[in-house]
């Protein structure tokens, strides 16, 4: 499968953004997926999970309660809704997915087989 990230961009401090991840492949439905967060010089780091049919999610402690994960499994493409958006949420986000996943959500970046290119998110303060 090939993953290709987008809606990045630059806003301020208490902004939000949407982030899209499209998919490439029929089988998109089976796919646990995950997005992960990489700023310069640091590892990185998971955001959040969600599951094949999209009613399980997880999010790392940083972004609960701002970040919601969701799929269509129709269109292909997993989604992340960022609001009130930090300065340290600044980073290169990337989606990946994880095959044969079933209901499993998944936290680990070796734990996933595919990845999408990333996308540049700046929160200025």
């Known amino acids: 499968v090939q993953l290709q990230a987008s809606g990045g961009g630059l806003v301020q401090a208490g902004g939000s953004l949407r982030l899209s991840c499209a998919a490439s492949?029929?089988?998109?439905?089976?796919?646990?997926m995950g997005w992960f967060r990489q700023a310069p010089g640091k590892e990185r780091d998971f955001v959040g999970a969600?599951?094949?049919?999209?009613?399980?999610?997880y999010y790392a402690d940083s972004v609960k309660g701002r970040f919601t994960i969701s799929r269509d499994n129709a269109k292909n493409t997993v989604y992340l809704q960022m609001n009130s958006l930090k300065p340290e949420d600044t980073a290169v986000y990337y989606c990946?997915?994880?095959?044969?996943?079933?209901?499993?959500?998944?936290?680990?970046?070796?734990?996933?087989?595919?990845w999408g290119q990333g996308t540049q998110v700046t929160v200025s303060s």
């Open positions: 990946a997915a994880r095959q044969y996943s079933l209901s499993y959500l998944y936290t680990g970046a070796h734990e996933y087989d595919y």
């Open positions: 492949g029929r089988t998109f439905s089976l796919y646990g």
């Open positions: 969600i599951n094949w049919s999209g009613d399980n999610s």
